[in-house]
């Protein structure tokens, strides 16, 4: 279980976020600051590792300073864009 390995527990709210990324190719998660988006995220990432270690995961934040948290709390790259460049 990665609650143990985590040494956390998860609120019932973010089990049902880890379940539901797990079960998508493709997640997008939101929340307010101490929402446990970084928790959330860090057992998804986890769990997902262990259970397919080829496989590539890619991460995406919509800000420069989301994208340098996340690297920070993860320990994946987690590449911003910024909208400037799209002009």
């Known amino acids: ?3 143990k390995t985590l040494r956390q527990q998860l609120a019932p709210s973010q089990r ?3 379940k539901l990324c797990l079960s998508h190719p493709l997640s997008i998660m939101t929340g307010g600051p101490g929402s446990g988006k970084t928790t ?7 769990i997902y590792k262990a259970a397919f270690p080829a496989n590539e ?9 989301a994208s340098r948290r996340m690297a920070e709390q993860t320990g994946f790259h987690a590449p911003f864009r910024s ?4 002009r």
């Open 1 to 3: 279980c990665a609650e």
């Open 16 to 18: 049902n976020a880890v």
């Open 40 to 46: 959330t995220l860090r057992f998804i990432l986890d």
């Open 57 to 65: 995961i890619l991460l995406a934040a919509p800000t420069g300073r």
């Open 83 to 86: 909208r400037s460049r799209d």
